[in-house]
């Protein structure tokens, strides 16, 4: 299990990371602009849809109909899904491109005329891409099923593969409609790559099969986690909307800093697969003792990055992007944006325990009042702070969701959350107020990895998350 966790890690880990460099070179080929502002305003549905596949939107509800069949019955049900799921993305992509005009003033209405025109262009190239992405989803469910987790979970470093190539191959002669283009063959080389591992398997593509009443029971399945995911893409298209009216290349920014603060959660993602696994397995006080563990965990690996980010994230900004750093305001916004990761490392094993106890209701409903005082906030917070007022937004979401998800399973009075958020507050504080102003690049950069390595150890050796901790 922990072998396969380290691996699935790694895989994510590096698509991700490829992820970060598209956004890095786009801005280094195009600047933080109008023209990059108008190309990431049209990828943010394809965008939003991918995403919610790699989180497990079809998968975890196709998983369990495909598992509880039999071998040759597992093939017709693959071999019957498939043209519906392309029919599906290509109604999709039909949907997207026809309305590409409206879905990107719907998106970006800071746009200007041209970067309306660069959008709707680039956007009925990248529509096409939504069959590749359903497709890949799909085919992902037989190799999680063998626990083939690392191929399936090299579909973000395929898509994101052939735009880092064209945009470090052409750099300020790269055009939106190449780049795009780019995006499309990426997202069709997603399911490519499964095709071999499926073959081999014995499933034959070319065979028609019929699996009666398959995608009603799908589609049955599917819903509840679709409504909880449109949630919180709903609140990303809202960041990206306030962001449009915040100036010429606000768009760039946040997505930026959104990529870069994304690479630290990737180990939180696999603590939170280890430990719903253990949760799920026990009971009462055995099961409040994991939890406790893990918060412990997240604590121990949160704190000393967000500190570090926040201490660097003027060195950091130099070091990627030194054309930019001048007059930027990444550094700040990253710094603000790393703030929500403690909280929100909490927030998901705290739904975790829920999930445990067979509850999936509860966590959605703490999390849709965080989405609402957050998407709340974002309609006043940026208009007074500027771009920060977006990261305070979610700062405020998030720490009002684990408030609720606390104070609903009665835990408020069980678990040290204000020792281990006081105390991370005031670090992040310290890291502010002394790193953060630093001028010096090395300097900076050097004490701010400095003060991350002692906190990881301070941290390590008061809480001990690796010890037994008793109720």
Not at 400 to 421: C, E, S, V, Y
Request: hydrophobic content about 55%.
């Amino acid at each position: 299990m922990f072998g396969s966790t380290l691996w699935l890690t790694l895989a994510t880990l590096t698509g991700l990371a490829a992820g970060f460099a598209r956004e890095w070179l786009l801005v280094a080929a195009w600047g933080a602009g109008g023209r990059s502002d108008a190309f990431l305003v049209s990828l943010f549905l394809p965008e939003a849809l991918r995403m919610a596949l790699a989180a497990g939107l079809l998968s975890a509800a196709a998983l369990p109909l495909y598992q509880q069949r039999s071998v040759q019955h597992q093939h017709d049900w693959l071999g019957a899904m498939v043209p519906r799921v392309v029919l599906c993305g290509l109604a999709l992509s039909v949907v997207l491109s026809g309305g590409a005009p409206l879905w990107v003033r719907l998106i970006g209405p800071g746009l200007d005329e041209s970067g309306y025109v660069l959008a709707s262009g680039s956007l009925l190239w990248l529509a096409w891409s939504a069959p590749g992405f359903l497709l890949h989803a799909l085919l992902c469910v037989p190799l999680q099923a063998r626990s083939k987790f690392v191929l399936a979970g090299l579909g973000s470093l395929l898509f994101n593969l052939p735009p880092v190539i064209y945009l470090a191959t052409l750099r300020h002669q790269a055009t939106p409609t190449g780049l795009a283009a780019c995006c499309l063959l990426g997202s069709l080389l997603m399911p490519g790559a499964l095709l071999p591992a499926l073959l081999r398997d014995g499933w034959k593509p070319w065979r028609l099969t019929r699996a009666p009443g398959a995608g009603r029971e799908l589609l049955k399945r599917i819903g509840p986690l679709l409504s909880s995911n449109l949630a919180s893409q709903g609140l990303a298209l809202l960041e990206r909307m306030i962001a449009s009216l915040l100036g010429e290349g606000a768009v760039t920014w946040v997505n930026l800093a959104r990529k870069l603060i994304n690479l630290p959660l990737i180990a939180l993602m696999s603590l939170n697969q280890v430990l719903l696994g253990l949760m799920s397995a026990t009971q009462g006080q055995q099961r409040m003792s994991l939890l406790r563990k893990g918060l412990s965990s997240a604590t121990l690996l949160t704190v000393p990055a967000v500190a570090g980010l926040i201490g660097a994230a003027g060195a950091l900004v130099a070091l990627l992007l030194p054309n930019q750093a001048a007059d930027s305001p990444l550094p700040g916004l990253l710094a603000w944006f790393a703030v929500p990761l403690m909280f929100g490392a909490w927030n998901a094993l705290l739904a975790r325990y829920a999930y445990a106890a067979g509850d999936t209701r509860l966590p959605l409903n703490c999390e849709l009042a965080g989405s609402l005082l957050n998407a709340v906030l974002l309609a006043v917070l940026p208009f007074f702070f500027g771009l920060i007022g977006i990261a305070m937004a979610a700062v405020c979401g998030a720490i009002l969701t684990g408030l609720l998800l606390m104070r609903r399973q009665q835990l408020l009075n069980h678990l040290p959350w204000r020792q281990q958020w006081l105390l991370g507050a005031a670090v992040m504080l310290l890291a502010a107020t002394l790193l953060h102003p630093l001028s010096n690049l090395w300097l900076q950069l050097g004490l701010s990895c400095a003060y991350g390595a002692a906190l990881l150890v301070g941290l390590g050796l008061w809480l001990k998350p690796w010890r037994p901790v008793s109720g």
